[in-house]
């Protein structure tokens, strides 16, 4: 396995992300562009201003991750991509430029699935984290949990019936006018230090309901209505320009909504822990994973509920959490050591075909 390289790419939202991945785990190189500026002046992920810029970077960020990791194309064992899901003006981009590194060296490509590599990325991280293991990944976009069988075999045991944790994250730190430009949720983390988490009385989401789905639409109505409420003029004052009582005022609405919505996990994936184990009580392992899992304050919750239930929590670190091309590459070995690959583009294939 250590003489199988795999480069991996990933331009599904607005990161471009690229890395070089040994068969063995070890991490050669791992390059993240990210549109901060982008983001600020969006306020958000605006797709055709996304696809420029990763068209801009894609090639750029291949050829520095190729460098640092020392090797050239000829090296690889196949190009993994993100296939999905995502925006697909922006998959494309890298879809694109996987075609075209393995029509010119006459390699295999390995789509990836995106949700499956935060998942699967933390295989890479802890050697002894075999199938079947539960996992809850929480992104910008997605709240699963699941129940990964094996390879390829995965039961969804509950998501989002609206909105993601990460995006309830990043509207309420914009309503709190944090500064977005390194992502709203690690703003929000920060300032909710400052505040007390008991200090609004925000509602759990869906207690009512006993299955292990999640819900952040109403909350982050709920945090709309304090900050409305509470007259703090957010909108036309950040948060560096506020005065002492307004900044303390906004970290507790920050502290308050953390810890609702990370209860909000924590209630599901209790309830998930005890279906998981019911169905296979063989699972040793709790894996969180996605951009929402390098937050400390939910990585202490969730290892709280791993350990109540006598399971390992398993937690990429930050940089392993948050989209980029290491949990690709790393996937695309695992189904390549499967077999799971496309072989190489015909050579008289055009280079847009997807
Ligand atoms: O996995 P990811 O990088 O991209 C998607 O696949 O969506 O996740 C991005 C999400 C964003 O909503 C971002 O605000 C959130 O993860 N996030 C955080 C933290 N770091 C990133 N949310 C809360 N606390 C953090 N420290
Ligand atoms: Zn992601």
């Given amino acids: 396995r250590a003489g199988l390289l795999m480069l991996g790419i990933e331009t599904s939202c607005d990161d471009t992300a690229a890395a070089v991945v040994r068969g063995d785990g070890v991490i050669l190189s791992q390059v993240v562009s990210s549109q901060e500026d982008l983001l600020v002046k969006w306020g958000g992920v605006a797709p055709k201003m996304a696809e420029e810029a990763h068209a801009l970077a894609i090639d750029q960020v291949v050829q520095r991750a190729l460098d640092d990791a020392n090797v050239s194309e000829s090296d690889l064992c196949a190009v993994a991509v993100t296939v999905g899901p995502g925006l697909s003006l922006c998959l494309r981009v890298g879809v694109h430029k996987a075609r075209k590194i393995a029509k010119t060296f006459?390699?295999?490509?390995?789509?990836?699935?995106?949700?499956?590599?935060?998942?699967?990325?933390?295989?890479?991280?802890?050697?002894?984290?075999?199938?079947?293991?539960?996992?809850?990944?929480?992104?910008?976009?997605?709240?699963?949990?699941?129940?990964?069988?094996?390879?390829?075999?995965?039961?969804?045991?509950?998501?989002?019936?609206?909105?993601?944790?990460?995006?309830?994250?990043?509207?309420?730190?914009?309503?709190?006018?944090?500064?977005?430009?390194?992502?709203?949720?690690?703003?929000?983390?920060?300032?909710?230090?400052?505040?007390?988490?008991?200090?609004?009385?925000?509602?759990?989401?869906?207690?009512?309901?006993?299955d292990c789905n999640f819900s952040y639409a109403g909350l982050k109505t709920q945090v709309r209505l304090a900050i409305e409420s509470r007259n703090i003029s957010t909108d036309d004052i950040p948060i560096s320009s506020a005065t002492e009582e307004d900044r303390q005022q906004r970290a507790n609405i920050a502290a308050s909504f953390q810890r609702v919505a990370v209860l909000h996990l924590e209630e599901r994936c209790q309830r998930a822990v005890e279906w998981a184990l019911k169905m296979k009580p063989s699972i040793k392992h709790f894996v969180v994973s996605g951009g929402v899992a390098s937050n400390q304050y939910v990585r202490t919750h969730l290892n709280h509920i791993a350990e109540k239930n006598g399971l390992q929590l398993v937690c990429p670190p930050p940089s392993l959490c948050t989209d980029n091309g290491v949990m690709i590459a790393w996937t695309g070995i695992e189904h390549f050591i499967a077999g799971r690959f496309v072989d190489p583009p015909a050579v008289d294939e055009p280079d847009d075909m997807q």
């Fill in 106 to 210: 006459r390699l295999p490509i390995v789509g990836v699935h995106h949700m499956e590599a935060h998942a699967l990325v933390s295989r890479l991280v802890n050697k002894d984290l075999d199938f079947p293991f539960l996992a809850l990944l929480i992104s910008g976009g997605h709240n699963l949990l699941v129940l990964a069988h094996e390879l390829g075999k995965y039961v969804q045991l509950g998501t989002t019936i609206d909105d993601a944790i990460g995006e309830a994250y990043d509207k309420s730190a914009r309503w709190l006018g944090l500064d977005m430009r390194k992502g709203g949720g690690p703003a929000l983390e920060q300032l909710a230090l400052e505040g007390d988490p008991n200090a609004v009385k925000f509602r759990v989401p869906m207690r009512q309901h006993k």
